[in-house]
Nanobody, 115 residues
Framework: QVQLVESGGGLVQAGGSLRLSCAAS????????MGWYRQGPGKQRELVAA???????NYADSVKGRFTISRDNAKNTVYLQMNSLKPEDTAVYYC?????????WGQGTQVTVSS
């Protein structure tokens, strides 16, 4: 069983920055992909960014050039650096981890970008 604890959300003005963190704990055999999803008001959950154990990354087109995903394998932690935030980035952001053949989700952290 893997537990995910997210932090770093909050309220920021447009153009500002936030950094999200997600730490995995528990019985961790091997973490493969770590990623971030988000769900805005009235919208479906969507992939924001993902990173493999080897460091390969994938981003949604809407965040390319503004967001950066990274991970610290020694700490089982994934980060999302969000710059040049826009009001449309407002959403609950969820950490997602693939470990031991199972997907795990964090509880979500709210990011609100004011115009």
């Amino acid at each position: 069983q893997v537990q995910l604890v997210e932090s770093g959300g909050g309220l920021v003005q447009a153009g500002g920055s936030l950094r999200l963190s997600c730490a995995a704990s528990g019985t961790i055999l091997r973490i493969n992909v770590m990623g971030w999803y988000r769900q805005g008001p009235g919208k479906q959950r969507e992939l924001v960014a993902a990173i493999t154990g080897g460091g390969s990354t994938n981003y949604a087109d809407s965040v390319k050039g503004r967001f950066t995903i990274s991970r610290d394998n020694a700490k089982n932690t994934v980060y999302l650096q969000m710059n040049s935030l826009k009001p449309e980035d407002t959403a609950v952001y969820y950490c997602n981890v693939l470990a031991g053949g199972y997907y795990y989700w964090g509880q979500g952290t709210q990011v609100t970008v004011s115009s």
